[in-house]
């Protein structure tokens, strides 16, 4: 097997790693009508709401898989800069470290939506008065 092969099938599944975990975090359903606690907050939470219903454990694993399958998709970069291996030196280092920066990033958001589900459970726990402090917490998350 040769490294472009091998680096190809480590993308493969490193990329069915981080769907699944995708699949975790974000494939419930919920009637927000059930919930009436989170309906004032349905602008702010925008779908994040779908995540009162996943279990502590589904949301960890959920968010550590697209984390763990990140690097996997990182070794399949390998190919694309064989791919382009007769352009511009400094054009092909540029677009795979902007392709590296992306998946760092991404990796880093995905490892984040355990927060975001974690905080959607709490608001729809507490009572109306302490809201407020989680409401305030979502904001500060969601501006970075």
Known sequence: MTAIQLTGILAIIGAFIYAVGDV???????????Y???????????DAEKMVVISPSRMIWGALLGVFGT????AGYWQIYQGLGGANESGVLAT???FGCASIIGAFV???FYYMGEYVQALNQVDEKSQDVIV?????????
Not at 24 to 34: E, G, H, K, M, T
Not at 38 to 45: D, E, I, M, R, T
Not at 71 to 74: E, G, I, K, T, W
């Open 24 to 34: 975790l975090l974000l494939a419930s359903n919920i009637n927000l009508d059930d």
């Open 96 to 98: 795979i470290s902007l």
């Open 36 to 46: 009436p606690k989170l309906k004032p907050f349905a602008k702010l939470l925008s």
């Open 136 to 144: 305030k917490m979502i904001e500060r998350h969601k501006k970075f």
């Open 71 to 74: 690097p996997l998709v990182v």
């Open 110 to 112: 995905h490892g984040t």
